[in-house]
């Protein structure tokens, strides 16, 4: 990452299939989305955000009469720890609610636009969102074709470390 941003969004999927070092490797499809906003200058983290998206059993199913609904829950109950859940019925859905709730975050918080998404590793972004993306046929938003590799700045900055053996819990007790 060579151009400073206002703000980091952290950004974790999860498949149907594998997981892991094999994320993506199956072509399963994108069940989960998680993403939090870092705010770099101020050093504020914002909500954490969860995206669960419905998959798509039209290849199963003769019918698909189920409108693409989103819906937001914020329960008192809730398993995963996110401060907002919404539920899409689609992908392309799913990508636009986060590119709108991403973008309607930062501009809440006020100063600063420049928006990079961070990842632990790049499998996330190439493994799972674009081929995912493609293969539906969608458009994903700008902000997937620039992102910032956690693991891969972590190794440039700690040449020693084995990378499969990495994990963020690992790489933040080394920075701090």
Known sequence: MTAQVDYL?????????????????????LV??????????????????????????????EQKDEEDVVEESVEEDNRSGADNVFT???????????????????NSTGAGTSVCLCTDGQLHIRQVIH?????????????????FDLRKEFKKHFPASDLKALNVHIMAECIL
């Open 88 to 106: 899409a019925t689609s992908l392309e859905t799913a990508l636009n609610l986060f590119h709108l709730q991403l973008t309607n975050e930062v």
């Open 9 to 29: 969004v952290v950004i974790f999927t999860a498949t149907s299939g594998a997981s892991g070092e094999l994320l993506g490797s199956d072509e399963k499809e």
């Open 131 to 147: 081929p995912e993306a493609a293969s539906k046929n969608i458009l994903v938003p700008d902000c997937f074709y620039s992102f």
């Open 32 to 61: 989960q989305l998680v993403w939090q906003l870092v705010d770099v200058k101020n050093k504020k983290l914002g909500k954490v955000n969860e995206l669960l998206i419905k998959p798509d059993l039209s290849d199963l199913t």
